[in-house]
């Protein structure tokens, strides 16, 4: 009897390895918090001692890292996603309803991420709304080519409504970060209604607050009363 094994090139396997270690530490995170990170307890979790770690990882920054550039890439990829969704729905809305559709679907995406994804919302949200240096110089770098893509295409979305002249011109990456404080902190409302359920919802501020934003940059009432009956009709045709 001929047995046949799959070849894993060496590459491949350091990579499925060191994936594996990212899952673990994801999971330990999960469970017990970004303070109970250490090699020594993710070696532990996979049966590994803790100088196994280090050939994949120079460091905790290393592998923090890492986790930072998965959840970043797990959430970019979703609203890739999303976005494909959207603009294959919209293709009969006017060129500046959409280009407004889309940027309140994009808040409406983000503020409810800690319902759609919630383990790489969490670790996204630690390492990027923590003022503090969580990992060093070398290590942070090493991270900007995932976050710069996912910026870039949020702050497409501002070109975009600027160019079918739904806003006025301005600074793009301004308007990005902009919206995304808005919206991250609103994400915190959530632990508000635990103990106060008259609240308003997140997705409710965020909408109210998007259009706010949309409006000091120059869109006007009407344009925004129509893209966001469109992304409603969008939305409530999505749903079973």
């Known amino acids: 009897m001929n047995v046949v094994h799959e070849f894993i090139p060496h590459a491949r396997q350091r990579e499925l390895k060191a994936e594996a270690i990212v899952d673990a530490a994801m999971a330990l995170i999960a469970r017990e918090g970004l303070e109970a990170l250490?090699?020594?307890?993710?070696?532990?979790?996979?049966?590994?001692?803790?100088?196994?770690?280090?050939?994949?990882?120079?460091?905790?920054?290393?592998?923090?890292?890492?986790?930072?550039r998965r959840a970043i890439t797990t959430v970019h990829e979703r609203f890739r996603a999303e976005l494909s969704r959207?603009?294959?729905?919209?293709?009969?809305?006017?060129?500046?309803?959409?280009?407004?559709?889309?940027?309140?679907?994009?808040?409406?995406?983000?503020?409810?991420?800690?319902?759609?994804?919630?383990?790489?919302?969490?670790?996204?949200?630690?390492?990027?709304?923590?003022?503090?240096?969580?990992?060093?110089?070398?290590?942070?770098?090493?991270?900007?080519?995932?976050?710069?893509?996912?910026?870039?295409?949020?702050?497409?979305?501002?070109?975009?409504?600027?160019?079918?002249?739904?806003?006025?011109?301005?600074?793009?990456?301004?308007?990005?970060?902009?919206?995304?404080?808005?919206?991250?902190?609103?994400?915190q409302l959530a632990k508000l209604r635990r103990v106060a359920p008259e609240s308003p919802s997140p997705l409710a501020v965020a909408e109210q607050s998007t259009v706010t934003l949309l409006r000091g940059m120059g869109a006007t009432d009407a344009a925004i009363r129509r893209a966001l009956r469109a992304l409603d009709k969008l939305t409530n045709a999505s749903l079973p």
């Open 38 to 68: 250490t090699l020594a307890r993710v070696g532990k979790e996979l049966g590994l001692v803790t100088t196994a770690i280090y050939r994949y990882f120079a460091s905790k920054d290393a592998l923090l890292a890492a986790l930072h």
């Open 86 to 187: 959207w603009e294959e729905r919209s293709k009969r809305m006017s060129d500046d309803t959409r280009a407004l559709a889309k940027i309140l679907a994009t808040a409406r995406f983000y503020v409810t991420l800690p319902e759609t994804q919630p383990e790489a919302f969490r670790l996204m949200s630690l390492m990027l709304a923590d003022p503090r240096p969580l990992v060093d110089d070398a290590s942070a770098i090493a991270s900007i080519p995932v976050v710069a893509g996912f910026i870039g295409d949020a702050s497409a979305l501002f070109a975009d409504a600027e160019h079918v002249r739904a806003i006025e011109p301005g600074m793009h990456l301004a308007r990005t970060a902009t919206l995304w404080a808005t919206l991250h902190g609103l994400t």
